[in-house]
């Protein structure tokens, strides 16, 4: 682990926000020339270019939730989050690359329609952004320590990440879309690819211990919104029960007017007030009655 990394210096906050500054400069590329490229050179019509931008929010629906769990539990090239964001970079450079030569790509694989090989890209392009965008914020959490080094990470990453998306459209507007367009492909390949040289990914995280608890948690708030609680009793309002670690919540029902009015309390650190509570017991909350 380099020096850098063991003293969380600013250096190397910079260089851990820049994964995630090339997968946004390449969203940037991508919604400022896409449209104008398809139709300016390639002459789509609107309709036409709509369904080239839906293919990609269809990669990211799919793609986001699975990279996401293969890369918690993956550990291949040195890294539990590298890979994913080398593969990412490298695929989005090659996409913005491919945008001003889709006509060339078609041509050389022998593909009549421009639009095939239009969706075909752009679908490319927004998974390969979405491959890496969470492994990229993912890795900040990796290897800082919970509280405000976590939160200093972020906020570096957020800064950097939003004065290079608005340098991208600026770049566009000033210079064109074409120098965006290249200038792109060289920044998201050395932004994605370079940093890691300098980030080492703990093997084991530090954060691993509490799995169990936020699980239980989850299981908790599951069982508060199974379809039988809305179905149980008289009431229209649900009691939430938020349990604290090492902390007892009971629910107290007091009758109000010939009405129960209940309250969840957990030592003192949070009320939740819900009138006319459906019967707790069945939230797994030890319900008690005073008169």
């Given at each position: ?30 919604i ?12 789509l ?45 490298i695929?989005?450079?090659?996409m ?7 006509d ?30 969470n492994?990229t914020?993912s890795?900040i959490?990796?290897v800082?320590?919970?509280?405000q080094?976590?939160?200093?990470g ?23 879309n074409y ?21 080492e990914?703990?093997r ?12 239980s ?13 809305f ?17 007892e919540?009971?629910?107290?029902a007091r ?6 009015q ?14 006319q ?15």
């Amino acid at each position: 682990m380099l020096a850098i990394q063991k003293r969380l210096s600013n250096i190397f906050y910079i260089i851990l926000g820049l994964p995630s500054t090339a997968m946004g400069f390449a969203l940037s590329i991508q919604i400022a020339v896409l449209s104008w490229i398809l139709r300016t050179k390639y002459n789509l019509e609107i309709d036409q270019i709509g369904i080239v931008w839906a293919a990609g929010p269809i990669a990211g629906i799919l793609g986001q939730p699975i990279i996401g769990l293969i890369s918690d539990k993956a550990w291949f090239w040195g890294g539990r989050r590298k890979p994913f964001i080398i593969i990412g970079g490298i695929l989005a450079a090659l996409m913005i690359f491919a945008l001003p030569n889709i006509d060339k790509i078609s041509n050389f694989f022998g593909i009549a329609s421009i639009m095939a090989v239009a969706i075909t890209v752009a679908l490319t392009l927004d998974l390969s952004i979405n491959i890496s965008f969470n492994p990229t914020r993912s890795i900040i959490a990796d290897v800082t320590p919970d509280g405000q080094p976590r939160t200093k990470g972020y906020t570096w990453m957020q800064s950097i990440s939003n004065l290079f998306g608005s340098g991208a459209y600026l770049m566009g507007a000033l210079i064109g879309n074409y120098f965006l367009i290249y200038a792109g492909v060289i920044i998201v390949l050395v932004f994605s690819i370079g940093p890691l040289l300098f980030i080492e990914e703990p093997r084991v995280l530090a954060d691993s211990a509490k799995d169990e608890e936020l699980k239980s948690g989850g299981r908790i708030i599951q069982n508060v919104f199974r379809p039988r609680i809305f179905m149980a009793g008289y009431s229209n309002y649900v009691c939430l029960h938020v349990r604290f670690s090492g902390t007892e919540t009971t629910c107290t029902a007091r009758h109000v007017g010939g009405r129960p009015q209940y309250a969840a309390r957990a030592d003192d650190r949070m009320v939740i007030l819900y009138p006319q509570c459906c019967r707790c017991n069945l939230a797994g909350i030890p319900a008690r009655t005073d008169e």
